[in-house]
């Protein structure tokens, strides 16, 4: 075979290789927006259950004579349509997670396999427990700030959407904050950041939290503290975590 016919059988292989991932990946695509669909569906006739859930909260802390309101005539419909597709795709993140990595999988290690799972359920973990640690603790500390300082002579009336956007809002700037120890353990291990030197700017990473958290959360002591001293202490987790795991493979 000259040098010319194997060129072109090699470029074959690599088109007929690229085509058969771009395949692939279509059909992880697929099966991630039908669970999604599939379960907003399931979700549909509890769509107005489920906004009196997330209003619960401000609901109950609300003053005799005042209630949630809508400042459009299709914010009724909307505010909970809107709330469905989003706890669809919350739902659905671990199928969506697990199809990404069925499509890496053959490409890694045996090692590299069993360090992609142990990743994705960690991560998984952390951001369900980051929305439920802002719904139960975070959400009901905002909202008591807000209804405490407003004026006497203001009777406040939440609209529905606007409710719903600070809402959604607050639960991923949580989610995301947790998976602290998973990007620290990451950082690491790629050789980015080492140990040392996270250990050795500590002050400086907390002062970065309490920054972190004084943007993303209500204007009130207590809610800055809840988001920082976690994002503190998680950041601590993931260091003892990556030393422990660096160790048992030394």
């Known amino acids: 075979m000259s040098k010319a016919d194997q060129s072109l059988l090699d ?13 692939e990946l279509r059909k992880r695509l697929l099966l991630s927006i039908s669970v999604i669909f599939t379960t907003f569906l399931l979700l549909l006739p509890l769509a107005k259950h489920n906004y009196h859930i997330l209003a619960a909260p401000l609901l109950s802390i609300l003053p005799k004579n005042s209630t949630m309101i809508a400042t459009d005539v299709m914010s009724t419909f909307i505010a909970p349509f809107k709330l469905n597709i989003y706890l669809a795709v919350l739902i659905s993140i671990p199928f969506i997670l ?5 499509f890496i999988a053959p490409a890694l290690y045996q ?6 799972i142990i990743l994705t359920v960690s991560s998984s973990s952390l951001f369900y ?3 439920a640690f802002s719904y139960f603790i975070i959400l009901p500390l905002a909202l008591n ?3 405490l300082t407003s004026p006497e002579q203001v009777l406040p009336m939440t609209d529905i959407h606007s409710y719903l956007d600070f809402c959604l809002k607050l639960f991923l700037a949580f989610g995301i904050a947790f998976q602290i120890p998973v990007v620290t353990y990451i950082l690491i291990l790629v050789g980015l950041l080492s140990i040392q030197q996270l250990e050795k700017h500590r002050k400086l990473i907390i002062v970065f939290f309490f920054f972190i958290a004084m943007l993303i959360t209500p204007p009130d002591a207590l809610s ?3 988001l920082a001293i976690p994002m503190w202490l998680l950041f601590e987790l993931g260091l003892v975590i990556t030393k422990i795991t660096l ?4």
Not at 11 to 22: P, Q
Not at 98 to 102: D, G, I, L, N, V
């Open 11 to 23: 470029h074959d292989l690599n088109e007929m290789k690229y085509t058969e991932h771009l395949k």
């Open 98 to 102: 697990y199809q990404f990595w069925r």
């Open 111 to 116: 090692h590299e396999k069993k360090l992609g």
């Open 129 to 131: 427990l980051g929305l």
């Open 145 to 147: 700030f807000f209804i």
């Open 224 to 226: 800055m503290l809840a």
């Open 247 to 250: 160790k048992s493979e030394q």
